[in-house]
């Protein structure tokens, strides 16, 4: 739908994630196609008479265009590099955070700003020269600003691949280097449904927690891409180019690959290992929270914060926990987790 602000026609696109309507407002292409694409599959052609999330992303020309303002009482809640911030490169950004009056205001300096008001259900995004940014970049700002109204409604996210088979949901956080990418794919290949690459989304249901897909490109380097024949075979319009990884649709090389919202059974914390073969190590419920919640992006809301880390419990004490070392047997990893998989409960 295209509107009309001013002298700039404006793009409005909706989506609805899981019973949650979203309204995305701009008036730049270059901010509206990496958001239709990083959310196509909750695209909606309307939506209900409930209030939607909020986002209105501008493109601006210098940082002297951005309208920032902080108040004396605004408090600075984080700075630093940004390279901790999940494991893609263009994360790597300097970046300040501030609450000015119940507004968090995320400072990336020369990529731009965001202003997100949680009580009014609603987020600005300024990003300068959009049109220079890899779409990754927009893409990830987009989603920080999404992530930061969703879970005020009770929908979490974690850095983690996700994947679902028969109704039974496994989890595999961490960091790049881990062979994180690596299984999960080993396990889509042999017929595990996709969840999410980078970001599933949680959601407390009292008794237990919900895992929710949130399908996005999937993000593998050249290491990973050797492993697999479909993807050294695959030409680039399935598998894009990209630097320092590139990115498929896993729906476009594995037929059966969305799945579908579940609750999570096993997690499995890998590191490669130089050993022929992988195995398991049972893991302590205490020392997997401890190594799950630095994987959960930054909450700055305390009473949010109380809430995400409740499901973050709830979801370790309704699975089961390992340590994966991952060795050289790569392709044969469903034969090791599948069977522990369907003896759970």
Not at 75 to 82: D, M, V
Not at 179 to 186: A, E, L, R
Not at 269 to 276: G, L, T
Not at 284 to 308: G, H, N, T
Request: hydrophobic share 40%; proline share 8%; aromatic share 8%.
């Amino acid at each position: 739908m295209t509107m009309h602000v001013g002298d700039q026609p404006m793009t409005e696109s909706l989506f609805s994630l899981y019973g949650m309507p979203v309204r995305y407002v701009t008036a730049s292409p270059s901010l509206a196609g990496p958001v239709n694409e990083l959310l196509r599959h909750f695209r909606r052609d309307s939506l209900d008479e409930s209030t939607p999330l909020a986002l209105c992303f501008h493109a601006v020309q210098t940082r002297a265009d951005i309208p920032l303002t902080l108040s004396p009482s605004a408090r600075r809640l984080a700075s630093g590099t940004g390279a901790a911030v999940g494991d893609r490169r263009e994360t790597n950004l300097p970046y300040q955070v501030f609450d000015d009056g119940g507004r968090l205001i995320a400072d990336f300096f020369d990529a731009g700003v965001l202003m997100i008001d949680g009580s009014q259900r609603r987020a600005d995004g300024y990003l300068i020269n959009p049109r220079t940014m890899p779409e990754s970049l927009i893409e990830y700002l987009f989603h920080l600003a999404l992530i930061e109204l969703l879970r005020r409604q009770g929908l979490y996210t974690i850095h983690a691949t996700a994947l679902e088979k028969n109704g039974r949901g496994i989890l595999i956080p961490g960091n790049s280097g881990r062979g994180k990418t690596t299984s999960f794919i080993s396990l889509l290949r042999s017929g595990y449904r996709y969840l999410s690459d980078d970001h599933p989304l949680l959601r407390d249901a009292g008794t237990h927690v919900d895992l929710l897909p949130f399908p996005i490109k999937v993000n593998v380097t050249e290491d990973t891409v050797a492993f697999f024949p479909e993807l050294r075979e695959a030409p680039d319009d399935l598998l894009h180019p990209g630097f320092p990884k590139r990115a498929f649709y896993a729906e476009q090389l594995y037929p059966t690959s969305i799945g579908e919202c579940c609750r999570p059974t096993i997690v499995l914390f890998p590191h490669v290992i130089d050993a022929s073969h992988s195995h398991l190590e049972p893991l302590p419920k205490s020392r997997a929270l401890e190594m799950l919640l630095p994987q959960a992006l930054l909450v700055y809301d305390a009473e949010v914060a109380r809430r995400e880390f409740q499901a973050l419990v709830k979801v370790v004490q309704q699975v089961e926990c390992y340590r994966l070392h991952f060795g050289r047997d790569i392709l044969d990893l469903p034969n090791l987790i599948t069977p522990l998989l369907e003896r759970t409960k």
